[in-house]
């Protein structure tokens, strides 16, 4: 995943265009096989978790855009913590069962944290698009590559999507 990150990234956009296209794809490719053991809890559980992502993107979407020019630029610091602790919360969820306190708060943290610190990266990766698509010139040394412009967008999406789902997918075995 990181490597077709990496290759995706390095391939020059205004040089190549096909081939970074298809290093686009094959990034996407493996981005999906990575997402792929969801489809265990079930189409309609994932249809209702796509909507509400597609909600809670649009919805932040449009709040950046019509924000201030660099309200959302300043958060970078903020988030950078916020996701070092979703990670160690991750991580310390994997050791410590969620039958225990600590263990459930861990997981809390890493779920609803992390769907609160990848919303705010959604609104710091739309307002750096929008600035960077501002200010590099149309002819200037460097160009203006928008895959590697959208790949943390498509990112956070992805992790707003696993979220969601693992959220209604914990909230359909309680009302069981």
């Not at 990496?6 to 997402?35: C, E, F, T």
Request: proline content about 6%.
């Amino acid at each position: 995943m990181i490597g077709a990150g990496m290759m995706v990234r390095s391939i020059p956009y205004d040089q190549s265009p096909v081939p970074k296209h298809v290093a686009w794809l094959l990034h996407s490719g493996v981005l999906g096989a990575v997402v792929a053991p969801l489809t265990m809890l079930g189409g309609p559980l994932l249809v209702r978790a796509a909507w509400y992502t597609a909600g809670i993107v649009g919805g932040l979407s449009a709040v950046a855009m019509c924000a201030p020019s660099e309200k959302f630029l300043n958060m970078g610091a903020p988030l950078g913590v916020g996701l070092g602790l979703v990670f160690v919360s991750s991580l310390g969820s994997m050791f410590l069962p969620p039958t225990t306190v600590a263990g459930a708060t861990l997981y809390s943290v890493a779920i609803y944290g992390g769907l609160v610190v990848f919303s705010m990266f959604l609104l710091y990766d739309t307002q750096k698009v929008i600035k960077r698509a501002e200010i590099i010139p149309a002819y200037g040394v460097q160009k203006y590559d928008p895959i590697n412009s959208m790949l943390g967008i498509y990112m956070d999406t992805l992790n707003i999507f696993m979220r969601v789902a693992s959220i209604l997918a914990t909230g359909s075995n309680r009302k069981k």
